[in-house]
């Protein structure tokens, strides 16, 4: 086992796990910063996601934000769960997408269990947002769960 250690003033101590998860944090948030090519492979974007939400205890559902380019414009969480569910209302979608100017989005949400298969309940609501921002011409690029891996709605023909 590696030990790390923290330079303080005083000298070193060794560091605690959340001494590690602060500067991994710091170090993606360098990575994918607001106006980064950060879709510049579908493997960086769940890298980002499992980062995110992998160890989450319950669900989140939210909104990567794109320009016209596909840079980031936000990544925003707007619906906190439970173990087994979030609820997620279309009109709050569309508010922040328009508060972000967004050109295109990405949706994205985890499943605690695990399991990355999406539900009927993701099938639905995924069409009822598609529907709604497609009226303030904002394209779904993707639908993203997290698990043990990432299920994309567009590679498996469900948008």
Do not use: W
């Not at 995110?52 to 414009?73: P, S, W």
């Not at 979608?93 to 100017?101: G, L, N």
């Amino acid at each position: 086992m590696t030990t790390l250690y923290v330079r303080e003033a005083a000298g070193y101590r060794e560091a605690q796990p959340q001494d590690v998860l602060t500067r991994a944090h710091a170090l993606l948030s360098q990575r994918f910063r607001t106006g980064t090519p950060v879709l510049s492979s579908p493997e960086r974007t769940h890298e980002f996601l499992h980062f995110h939400l992998g160890t989450l205890n319950h669900e989140v559902f939210g909104v990567l934000h794109l320009d016209a380019r596909h840079r980031l414009l936000a990544a925003e969480d707007l619906f906190r769960g439970t173990v087994d569910g979030a609820s997620v209302h279309p009109r709050e979608v569309v508010k922040a997408a328009i508060a972000h100017a967004s050109v295109s989005v990405i949706l994205y949400h985890n499943h605690p269990s695990g399991a990355t298969e999406p539900s009927a309940a993701d099938e639905c609501v995924t069409q009822r947002i598609k529907e709604a921002l497609a009226l303030i011409d904002v394209r779904v690029l993707d639908h993203l769960i997290v698990g043990e891996g990432v299920y994309s709605f567009a590679q498996h023909g469900l948008l």
